[in-house]
C-alpha cells in the first residue's frame, strides 16, 4: 500500500506549539469550546471510562465533570511545552503513538488531526490503544475553516505578484472523516459539524490568534516569503469581504468493535418495505 504523501512537517509543527504554548490561554476560544462540545457528549453517554488519553488537550481535561465518568487521565502532545504541567503526561506524535493496545477505555483528539500526514493510519492506532468497546472522540478543523482569509491571500497576491503560493494548509472535508472513521475500523462512526464565524474588526488580529493557536502553515512545500504589501492587500480585502473568518469544527465519534455493539441490518433484511410504509400513512 502507497503511503500518503508528506503534506505537513510534523517537526515544525511541534515547535510552533512549543512557542505557542507559553500564551496559548489567550488564543484558545476555539479549542475550549470544541472541549465543552466533547464534555457534553462524554456526560450523555452515560459510562464509566477507568482509563483516558487526551491529545493535544493541555489543562482542559480539568474542566469535565463527574458526569463525564472519566478515571485516570494520561495527557499526550507533540509539543512538551504543551503538557509540561499536566500529571500523567508525555509527548507523543498522533502519527506513532506510543501506547500499548487495549488499554484505554477513551481517547480524545482536541484539533490535532487536521495537522496529520496519514490521518487513517491515526484513527487506526488510536482505535488500537482502545480496549473493545472504549470510545474514540474528537474535534478537527474542516474544509470552510480559514476560507476568507485563504480567499484574501490569493487574491491580493495575483494583482500584486501575478502569481500565488499556498499559504494555508488544505482541510478535510466532513466527509473525508466519515470514511477515515470506517477505514479505519471503528464501529459506529458519526461524524457532525459545529459551523463557527468570528468576526474580526482588525484582521491582524486573526493573525495574532492563529499564530497564539500555534496554527500558522507547516506545509512542507514552502511558499515564497509574503511581502508586505501583499499582505496589507489580503488584509484590506478581508475587511472587504465583511471581516470575518468561517472555522468548521468537526466531531468524530466511533467505538472499538465488541461483540455487544449493535449490527447494522443486511440488506434485504427488514421486515416491513418503504411502498407499505407509504400505504400506511394513507
Known amino acids: 500500500m502507497t503511503a500518503p504523501p508528506a503534506i505537513f512537517n510534523r517537526r515544525v509543527y511541534a515547535q510552533r506549539r512549543d512557542r505557542a504554548a507559553k500564551n496559548f490561554a489567550a488564543h ?20 464509566d471510562f477507568p482509563n483516558a488519553l487526551f491529545m493535544g488537550a493541555g489543562d482542559l ?7 463525564c465518568g472519566v478515571g485516570k487521565i494520561f495527557n499526550t502532545d507533540i509539543a512538551g511545552n504543551r503538557v509540561a504541567l499536566c500529571d500523567l503526561s508525555f509527548v507523543a506524535d498522533d502519527e506513532a503513538l506510543p501506547v500499548a493496545p487495549r488499554t484505554m477505555n477513551l481517547i480524545v483528539s482536541l484539533l490535532t488531526l487536521h495537522m496529520v500526514n496519514d490521518v487513517v493510519g491515526a484513527l487506526t492506532q488510536a482505535r488500537m490503544a482502545l480496549k473493545p468497546d472504549g470510545l474514540f472522540v474528537a474535534a478537527t478543523f474542516g474544509e470552510e475553516t480559514l476560507s476568507t482569509l485563504r480567499q484574501a491571500l490569493y487574491k491580493a497576491e495575483a494583482e500584486v505578484t501575478g502569481g500565488v503560493s499556498a499559504r494555508i494548509a488544505p482541510f478535510a472535508t466532513i466527509q473525508d472523516y466519515g470514511q477515515a472513521l470506517g477505514r479505519a475500523g471503528f464501529a459506529l462512526p458519526v461524524v457532525d459539524i459545529d459551523k463557527v464565524r468570528v468576526n474580526y474588526s482588525d484582521p491582524f488580529k486573526l493573525l495574532q490568534d492563529i499564530r497564539g493557536m500555534g496554527e500558522t502553515s507547516v506545509l512542507r512545500q514552502g511558499a515564497r516569503p509574503l511581502r508586505r504589501d501583499v499582505l496589507m492587500k489580503a488584509m484590506d480585502l478581508f475587511l472587504e469581504n465583511g471581516g470575518s473568518e468561517k472555522f468548521d469544527i468537526v466531531y468524530l465519534t466511533g467505538w472499538a468493535p465488541h461483540a455487544s455493539q449493535q449490527k447494522p441490518l443486511k440488506p434485504g433484511a427488514g421486515k416491513s418495505s418503504l411502498e407499505d410504509a407509504v400505504k400506511g400513512l394513507g
Request: aromatic share 8%; proline share 7%.
Open 61 to 67: 481535561p480539568q474542566k469535565m465533570s463527574p458526569a
Open 28 to 47: 484558545a476560544f476555539l479549542h475550549e469550546r470544541a472541549f465543552d462540545d466533547i464534555i457534553d457528549r462524554l456526560e450523555t453517554v452515560k459510562r
